[in-house]
T-cell receptor, first 114, second 113 residues
C-alpha cells in the first residue's frame, strides 16, 4: 500500500498571505499524486495531477498561478495557495497513486482564510 | 462527463441495523467502482471495489455489486456497529483506478448503541 502524510491538518491565515501544504508518501515512491478540494457537503473535486519532475496538470477552471504545485521528489508534493482569500477556504486533500493501482489519501488540510 | 450520485445523509442507525447507501453513476465507458470510507480525523481509505459488471466487492462485512443494467453500486451491511460511524464516498475511475477518481458527495453514517 502507501501511507500518506499531509501537513498541516489545519491552518488559519490572513487574506493576502500564502500557505503551503505538504503531501508525503511515507513508504511508496509516487510518480503521480493528486490534489483534490472539498467544499462542505460537496464532492471531492480534482484540482490537479502532480507529476514528479515535471509540471502539474491542472483541471479546467483551476488557476495554476494561484495554486502552485511542486513535486520535486518521489515522496513529496506541495500545494501553495498564493495570496489566499476567504473564497479559498476549503478542505484540501492529496492522494498517492500506489500499489495495485489504488489511490491512498492523506487526512486532508482545512484552510481558513480570514 | 462522468458523475456519481449517492444518497444524501446523514444516516442514523441503531447498532445491528441493516445499512444501504445508494450510489448510481454516469460514465461514457466501463468504469471501475469504489467505496471509500473516512473515519473522523483520518484520510479516505478504500473499503471495497469492483472492476467489471456483476463483480461483488466486499470487506469488513460491507458489500457492493456492480450493476451495469442499473448503473448502480449500492453499499450494504447486514449489521452495523458503532465503529462503522464515518463518511462513505462512492467513486468511479474510467481506467481501472489509475486515473483520478470522480466522487459522490459522501454520506455520513452515525451508528448509535
Amino acid at each position: 500500500g502507501a501511507v500518506v502524510s499531509q501537513h498541516p491538518s489545519w491552518v488559519i491565515c490572513k487574506s493576502g498571505t500564502s500557505v503551503k501544504i505538504e503531501c508525503r508518501s511515507l513508504d511508496f515512491q509516487a510518480t503521480t499524486m493528486f490534489w483534490y478540494r472539498q467544499f462542505p457537503k460537496q464532492s471531492l473535486m480534482l484540482m490537479a495531477t502532480s507529476n514528479e519532475g515535471s509540471k502539474a496538470t491542472y483541471e479546467q477552471g483551476v488557476e495554476k498561478d494561484k495554486f502552485l504545485i511542486n513535486h520535486a521528489s518521489l515522496t513529496l508534493s506541495t500545494l501553495t495557495v498564493t495570496s489566499a482569500h476567504p473564497e479559498d477556504s476549503s478542505f484540501y486533500i492529496c492522494s498517492v497513486f500506489g500499489a495495485k493501482n489504488i489511490q491512498y489519501f492523506g487526512a486532508g488540510t482545512r484552510l481558513s482564510v480570514l | 462527463g462522468d458523475s456519481v450520485t449517492q444518497m444524501e445523509g446523514p444516516v442514523t442507525l441503531s447498532e445491528e441495523a441493516f445499512l444501504t447507501i445508494n450510489c448510481t453513476y454516469t460514465a461514457t465507458g466501463y468504469p471501475s467502482l469504489f467505496w471509500y470510507v473516512q473515519y473522523p480525523g483520518e484520510g479516505l481509505q478504500l473499503l471495497l471495489k469492483a472492476t467489471k459488471a456483476d463483480d461483488k466487492g466486499s470487506n469488513k462485512g460491507f458489500e457492493a455489486t456492480y450493476r451495469k443494467e442499473t448503473t448502480s453500486f449500492h453499499l450494504e451491511k447486514g449489521s452495523v456497529q458503532v465503529s462503522d460511524s464515518a463518511v462513505y464516498f462512492c467513486a468511479l475511475s474510467e481506467n481501472s483506478g489509475n486515473t483520478p477518481l470522480v466522487f459522490g458527495k459522501g454520506t455520513r453514517l452515525s451508528v448509535i448503541a
